[in-house]
């Protein structure tokens, strides 16, 4: 008999959950507007609503917290995180930030004027928000088959090298900030960058002359695909691939609060000097001083022990595998989701799930409001709320594809909890007859809305 899968860890500390009942649950997503951001965690049986800073830190990480130094400048633990970012990236400089988002704050500050474009893989929102904010433009560059769910392409976060080269040469290389790549692709479904396409896109930049960006979040993961998926690095490990992978990054902004697994954290990374040091002027002003930058000198440590745990094969099977689990499972219930299965999460297709509502009516946050009232799942909307309004002309911009994002935190859940998704969603497929209407909107915010929106019930 061939041995099953099985994870690589063992729980040694755990944390009660809570069941609801339906009708409490009707309740508490009225009072929240129907936004599952408003909801209380404790209102949330299993919480999918992000796999960022929710995941499991191990004995090693939480050791080496009880050693980090907390000294002002010079910390231990900042060269102890210094060693780490050196040591799994190849990047001579880095600035710490309180996490991903402060860290394009930093850089960005640096890098992006009034006026410029930023071409790249599907922007993260918050990358796109401080593009935008700036008075620059985010544009997409991600191959089209990206947004076929079922095109089993094995690398859909990749850039449409043509789509980019329009850009570049239609734009002088001082009005091009930078390209950004998305490792892996979130919105598109945490779908991974091949080695080919980074390497692909860094000739183009080269050749325009302009700086190349990783947008780093998962990088781990994208690492695993390329081992696991791309001709001729079966047999690299996981440091080696993300060793050369960074080695064609002029940039990395980082978001450790996801593949670094620690609750809180990030980084920039530089190969030169001289945007470091720019960079640094708006570290001290928004962030700290330079060598601890809005983290704890204790969270620095489990951030370097993260990255070391984040890049190790085992851990990276077992979570993508649990991801993979589940996909599988709602394949088999007849459930519509982005396939290949990405790597942090698993994104049904809303509208082939809900094909009564309108699109007007917010499809995808009208399924996420049914999974949490079915069985007190907290998934995210990744569509039109999310794609927010045309900066110009204030219309909703209609993306292509409207999804619910179930994010899986890293080694918090087990597969019974995969199972009781799964069940819950077939449940609303079995209903979906009934589901002809959705949301209106009675308040947003200019920019980044999904946060905050608030909805009445059409
Ligand atoms: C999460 C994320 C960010 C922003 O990081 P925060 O830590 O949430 O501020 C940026 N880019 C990507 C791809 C992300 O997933």
């Known amino acids: 008999m061939e041995i099953p899968f099985a994870e690589s860890y063992k729980i040694k500390m755990v944390e009660t959950i809570r069941r609801s009942i339906r009708e409490e649950r009707e309740q508490w997503i009225k009072e929240a507007k129907y936004n599952l951001f408003n909801l209380k965690s404790d209102q949330v049986f299993i919480d999918l609503l992000t796999d960022s800073g929710t995941g499991a830190m191990s004995d090693k990480q939480w050791s080496a917290m009880m050693v980090g130094d907390e000294s ?6 900042y060269y102890i995180l210094k060693k780490a970012i050196k040591d799994i990236f190849g990047f001579e400089y880095f600035l710490p930030t309180h996490q991903g988002r402060a860290a394009e704050n930093v850089l960005f500050s640096v890098l992006v004027k009034s006026g410029d474009v930023v071409p790249g893989n599907s922007h993260f929102d918050t990358t796109k928000g401080h593009i935008e904010f700036r008075k620059a433009k985010a544009i997409d560059c991600t191959i089209d088959e990206a947004y076929d769910t079922t095109n089993q392409h094995q690398f859909k976060g990749n850039i449409d090298c043509e789509k980019l080269e329009n850009v570049l040469k239609n734009n002088p290389k001082e009005k091009v900030s930078f390209i950004v790549l998305t490792l892996t692709n979130n919105t598109a479904g945490g779908q991974p960058v091949s080695m080919q396409n980074i390497k692909e896109v860094s000739a183009l930049a080269k050749q325009y002359d302009v700086p190349l960006l990783f947008d780093s979040a998962r990088f781990a993961e994208n690492a695993y695909f390329i081992k696991t998926r791309e001709a001729g690095y079966e047999n690299k490990s996981i440091k080696e691939i993300v060793l050369e992978m960074y080695e064609y990054a002029d940039y990395a902004t980082m978001s450790s609060k ?95 799930m809900l094909p009564n509502i309108p699109k007007e009516e917010y499809i995808a946050q009208t399924l996420g409001v049914e999974l949490y009232i079915e069985a007190g799942i907290r998934g995210v909307e990744v569509g039109t709320l999310l794609a927010d309004r045309d900066p110009e002309t204030r219309e909703n911009r209609y993306p292509e594809l409207e999804m619910l994002r179930l994010a899986i935190p890293r080694r918090t859940y087990t597969n019974n909890h995969m199972d009781v998704i799964a069940a819950a969603l077939k449940n609303v497929l079995d209903r979906r007859d009934k589901l002809t209407s959705g949301y209106k909107i009675v308040w947003e915010a200019p920019i980044m809305r999904h946060f905050t929106v608030e909805f009445e019930k059409i």
């Open 72 to 77: 002002y400048a010079g910390a231990r633990s």
């Open 258 to 352: 996801k593949d670094a697994i620690v609750n809180m954290g990030g980084f920039i990374g530089f190969k030169d000097q001289e945007t470091y040091r720019q960079a640094s002027t708006y570290n001290i002003m928004f962030e700290g001083y330079i060598t601890y930058g809005g983290m704890s000198g204790r969270d620095m440590n489990a951030l370097a022990q993260g990255l070391d745990e984040g890049t190790e094969f085992d851990y990276l099977e077992t979570r993508i595998k649990q991801v993979a689990y589940l996909g599988h499972k709602l394949i088999d219930f007849g459930i519509p989701v982005q396939q290949p299965i990405g790597g942090h999460a698993v994104f049904v297709d809303a509208k082939k």
